[in-house]
C-alpha cells in the first residue's frame, strides 16, 4: 500500500502541469507529451509518483489522481464510468448501468456495463474493487448515444429508448428478461417512452429476436399499445428465439415464435 509521502518542487509542478492538461486519467503518451519527454521518462515519473501515494495506478500505464483527503493511494474508483471512457474507447454506457441513470430501475447493481468497439480479452475485469461487464458492438451499431459529462470528462451513454433496446435484445444486460419487462414497463410511463424511435432503433439494430420479445411483453403488460404490437408481429423473422437464453425453454409460444418457462404462461412472469 502506497502511502502519501512529500514531492519536491519540480514534482509538484510537473505533476499539476499533467493534472491540468488531463481529465480523469492519466496516460504515460499523455504525460510525456504535456511535460515533452520521452514516454520512458514519463513513465518512470508517474511509477515514482504512485509510489509516493499521489497517483493511483488502475493497470499498466494508466493512472488516476488520489484523492488529496485520501491517506494512501489504494483508493477505489470514484466513477468508474470516466474509466471505463478512457480505457474501452470508442464504447458506450449501456444495460442496466444505463438504465440506473435513466431512472429505469431502482436495482442496484455493482457491474458497469460497457459496450466497446474493442474485443478485449476480459470480459469481466475488477479494476480497484469495481468489476466491468465488456460487451463487444460494431461500430454500425454505435446509435442512440447520448453524451454526457462526469466530471471534467465526456461519457457516452445510451439514450433511455436505445438502452431499452439493447436489453431486449441481450436481456442479461438488464439482469434477465423479468428484469427488463420492469424496466420496459417504467419507460412506458415515462416522459422517455417513444415506441416509434424504439422501432426505428430495432430496424437499425436488425435483431429478429427484439420485435418477438418486444411484441410479447407489450401484448402481456400493455395491450393497449395495438400500433406497436402489430408493427412487431410484421416484423418477425423465421426461426424460434427464446424469451430469455438464461432460462428454461419448455413451451413455444408460436404468435411470436418464443421459447419460454412454463411458468410464464401460468401467469407467474
Known amino acids: 500500500m502506497a502511502m502519501l509521502t512529500g514531492i519536491g518542487k519540480l514534482d509538484r509542478e510537473r505533476l499539476a502541469a499533467i493534472l491540468r492538461g488531463t481529465k480523469g486519467t492519466v496516460l504515460v503518451a499523455q504525460a510525456a507529451g504535456i511535460l515533452g519527454v520521452s514516454t520512458t521518462d514519463a513513465a518512470k515519473m508517474l511509477s515514482r509518483w504512485h509510489k509516493k501515494g499521489w497517483l493511483s495506478r488502475v493497470k499498466r500505464g494508466i493512472y488516476v489522481p488520489v484523492p488529496l483527503e485520501a491517506s494512501s493511494a489504494n483508493v477505489s474508483l470514484e466513477d468508474p464510468w470516466q474509466i471505463a471512457a478512457s480505457l474501452y474507447a470508442p464504447c458506450y454506457i449501456g444495460g442496466w448501468s444505463a438504465a440506473e441513470y435513466w431512472d429505469l430501475t431502482e436495482q442496484l447493481f455493482r457491474t458497469t456495463i460497457v459496450m466497446t468497439q474493442l474485443a478485449p480479452r476480459d470480459r469481466n475485469p475488477v479494476i480497484k474493487g469495481t468489476t466491468f461487464l465488456l460487451c463487444s458492438i460494431s461500430e454500425k451499431k454505435m446509435f442512440g448515444l447520448k453524451t454526457i459529462w462526469r466530471g471534467q470528462v465526456k461519457v457516452a451513454v445510451s439514450d433511455p429508448t436505445r438502452t431499452i433496446l439493447d436489453m431486449l435484445a441481450e436481456p442479461r444486460l438488464g439482469g434477465g428478461i423479468r428484469s427488463v419487462g420492469d424496466m420496459l414497463t417504467n419507460y412506458l410511463h415515462s416522459e422517455a417512452k417513444n415506441l416509434e424511435l424504439l ?71
Open 199 to 269: 422501432i426505428g432503433y430495432a430496424n437499425q439494430l436488425g435483431n429478429g429476436a427484439v420485435f418477438k420479445r418486444l411484441g410479447f411483453l407489450l401484448e402481456r403488460h400493455a395491450p393497449d399499445e395495438r400500433v406497436t404490437i402489430e408493427q412487431c408481429a410484421q416484423r418477425l423473422t423465421k426461426g424460434n428465439a427464446r424469451i430469455d437464453p438464461k432460462q428454461p425453454a419448455e413451451r413455444l409460444v408460436s404468435r411470436w415464435r418464443l421459447w419460454m418457462p412454463e411458468s410464464w404462461l401460468k401467469g407467474a412472469a
